[in-house]
């Protein structure tokens, strides 16, 4: 059980916006953050704040073992067999953007196939285009239904000896689809492609477990579960990462510079040059101990049951389209829909009127939007810190939408 009370951890959901209480339902671009991962960001530039690695005094052998032990954290909390799986990277989209360009550039070759999914986010699409253009591959698309699940009988067809990568988002950023992604891998693995999973949306809002999942990559950012923005993290195999070329060169991921060559550190090393986002982090670490206080598996059961009223209520609003699943065991709580008549833009604006915090536009989904028929949607997206509260806020919000939206004779007819 969540309880109601966790809303008074976070400082900015204390506020008024245009003098009515604040509703924040746009977590799926970023969380809010506790007071305690704001203190433990403070103290560490107060108290510890030193480079990496690099220092044999106090404060950086503090700092180091922080940097290190957040490392051990991260892992712990997806199940990772080995710390060193774990490469800190600016978010999802470094992480995805580390694996295209070094593990692809180095397996992937002209006629290879990557396959992905239309409800990809652009950070797990654009990558592998650069990529195939480079390379000479190609991308091919599993599709999803009219109930905003992927369209599982085709993947036979489209998984073939050519397919190199399977790349898909474990949960939707736009239809909150939880996708297969065990069956998926299990799948991918007997064509003989690697997977790599988009943990963006699922590892903040559910137990994530690597190897029960199985994939060989997975890419999450620390700012969509409580952490700092700048930090996130790519998990992959120790094998693959070790067979794998550097990303970026400099400073700290150097066994030995010569003038024309050098030799690299072991992973993680070899991927993390230059000094990295220390204190973010050792910070995210203090946000995965916020969140596992409550448990990633109550936190899972706050959001379904949040869902279920949420669809709910929105289903009772007139005007109002939902997409994605209807059962909430196949959804998490980010939840696209348009309001008939008002454009996704005029209804954020009207919502915000009224102190609601919601998402318009394509949600770096243009893709699946097109797939839909639509150019933008409206997206409200829940965390641990929404109520069901918040959902009767927002479709009062919505009545007034309808209002502003619907011309009169119409609304005299309804
Ligand atoms: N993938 C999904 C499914 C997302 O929702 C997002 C962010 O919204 C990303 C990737 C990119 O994450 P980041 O911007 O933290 O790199």
Redesign the pocket.
């Known amino acids: 059980m969540i309880p109601e009370r966790v809303r008074e951890d976070f400082p900015i959901l204390q506020q008024r916006m245009h003098d009515k209480p604040l509703v924040y339902l746009d977590s799926?671009?970023?969380s809010q953050k506790p007071r305690i991962v704001l203190e433990a960001l403070t103290r560490y530039y107060e108290e510890y704040n030193a480079n990496v690695h690099r220092g044999i005094y106090f404060l950086a052998e503090k700092a180091t073992q922080a940097y290190e032990d957040a490392r051990v954290r991260v892992a712990r909390f997806i199940n990772a067999p080995r710390p060193e799986e774990i490469v800190f990277t600016?978010?999802?989209?470094?992480?995805?953007n580390l694996v295209a360009y070094t593990w692809g550039r180095a397996n992937i070759r002209a006629g290879d196939e990557i396959l992905l999914t239309e409800m990809?986010?652009?950070?797990?699409i654009v990558p592998w285009q650069l990529l195939a253009a480079e390379q000479g591959a190609r991308l091919r698309y599993l599709p999803f239904d009219g109930a905003g699940r992927l369209a599982l009988e085709e993947l036979d067809t489209l998984l073939t000896e050519r397919t190199k990568l399977v790349a898909l988002?474990?949960?939707?950023?736009v239809l909150g689809t939880i996708t297969p992604v065990e069956e998926i891998t299990r799948r991918a693995h007997a064509a003989g492609a690697l997977v790599l999973v988009?943990g963006?949306?699922s590892v903040p809002h559910m137990p994530v477990d690597v190897q029960a999942l199985g994939c060989d990559f997975l890419?999450?950012?620390a700012?969509?579960m409580c952490g700092p923005?700048g930090a996130?993290a790519l998990w992959a195999r120790y094998d693959l990462l070790d067979a794998m070329p550097p990303f970026h060169g400099g400073g700290e991921m150097i066994m030995l510079v010569q003038l024309d060559s050098s030799t690299y550190k072991d992973p993680p090393y070899k991927f993390e040059a230059g000094t990295p986002n220390i204190a973010d982090c050792i910070v995210w670490a203090t946000a995965i101990d916020y969140l596992e206080g409550f448990g990633l598996a109550a936190i899972r059961e706050h959001e379904r049951q949040l869902t279920r009223y949420a669809l709910a209520q929105l289903r009772e609003v007139r005007g109002v389209r939902v997409y994605g699943p209807e059962d909430v065991e196949q959804r998490g709580g980010?939840i696209a829909f348009d309001v008939q008549g008002a454009h996704p833009h005029d209804v954020a604006q009207v919502l915000d009127q009224e102190g609601i915090a919601v998402r318009a536009g394509h949600?770096?989904?243009q893709p699946l939007h097109r797939r839909l028929g639509l150019s933008a949607s409206t997206r409200a997206s829940l965390y641990l810190y929404n109520t069901p509260g918040d959902i009767d806020t927002l479709t009062r919000g919505l009545e007034v939408v309808r209002r502003l939206f619907t011309p009169r004779t119409a609304v005299r007819d309804r």
């Not at 600016?90 to 995805?96: F, L, P, S, Y």
């Not at 990809?120 to 797990?124: D, G, I, L, Q």
């Open positions: 799926a671009a970023t600016r978010g999802t989209t470094e992480a995805i990809e986010h652009h950070s797990n988002t474990h949960q939707s950023n988009d963006a949306q890419a999450f950012s700012h969509k923005t996130g980010a949600h770096c989904a």
